[in-house]
């Protein structure tokens, strides 16, 4: 069973929506009404116990899987027991059962301002509380048991989404749309992920797949050069790992999706593909070597004794390395690691550091200059506005 929750500001809103919908039924609560009218004079009482109470309007659904059925008497008793262990023991509800999707489900539109004392009901921790409750009902009904959000692996559509699909789907199939529905492009992506993990590639080799694909990944480092995160842009949508379910984030492609990385082989070729994506018509070649040919060739030529570098050092070295083989002047490839830090959210104090630490030495006048520079690009890549704190 899947439960979802808002809150709102207006009754009568949610309950017209609640009435209107195709098979509505009234199936429970505890108010006299029997219409939206009726119900919203009858919601103002709790309001006139709390009139400065801010969004108290709750509302909550409940979702079987397909094919999946219970009486209204039974949902009637879920739905009492839902609300009680949700901390609305004293609190005005209604319930109304919809059959206007494959899935078996009931709205609950309660008021959030208890009848015994006017004070509203303590929302922290709701959804977890709601899907500790949810899992107990299932096991005491006997219903299918639903993964928790912690336990997916990957983030199903929500039930908008879901019908809405369902509605297009019904709409092909009667000759009322000219082309079946589209899936979701988050879906697409999660499938698009799992193909490019399947013979469990390295890192570098994920990331150089899903370029080629057409995917634009980022890869934020902490102060400390630790990974603080993945995410993926696609057909002008983004999303963040942790969006897309536990096995797409960046540690979650190495747990769940067998993705191989180790950071001291992988994280310069990871931050070579940043700052030069493969293209997507070029064909994906299996890596043999995690280090490419010219970076051992540079890897050799480097001294063998030097000196030892600060992190800032250490962070700016690392980035230029991937930029040494194309002919780029020190300002180009300057403004080239600044794009890439600010397309990877990096902190306007770290960008700084980092440059600040390269091989050239500026004016602060000429760092200004170069940053604004950096930025026009990023914007131009982005065709979004950036924040302009770098060159302050």
Known sequence: MIGNQTKGRGFRGLLDYLEKQEDAKLIGGNMGGNDAIALAREFKISRQLNPEGDRVVYHASLSLPHGERLDDATWNEIANRYLEEMGFDSNQYVVYRHSNTEHDHVHICASRIRLDNGKIVHDGWDYKRSETIIRQLEKDYG????????????????????????REQQEYISGDRPTPQERPIKQQLQELIDRATADNPTMPQLIERLQIEGVKVRHGLTRNGKSKGISYSWKDQQFSGTHLGAAYTFPGLQKHKGVNYQPKRDDARIISLLLNPAKPTQQSKPVESFKSKEHQENAEQEPQNQPELNHWQQRYQQLSLTLKLTALSPNDRDRKIICHLINQEQSVQDIKDIIKNGSIQRTQSEFKQLVELAIDESEKQEQKPIRRGLSR
């Open 143 to 166: 219903l299918q048991q639903t993964p928790s959000s912690h336990e997916k692996l990957s983030r199903n559509p929500s039930i908008g989404q879901q019908r809405r699909l369902e």
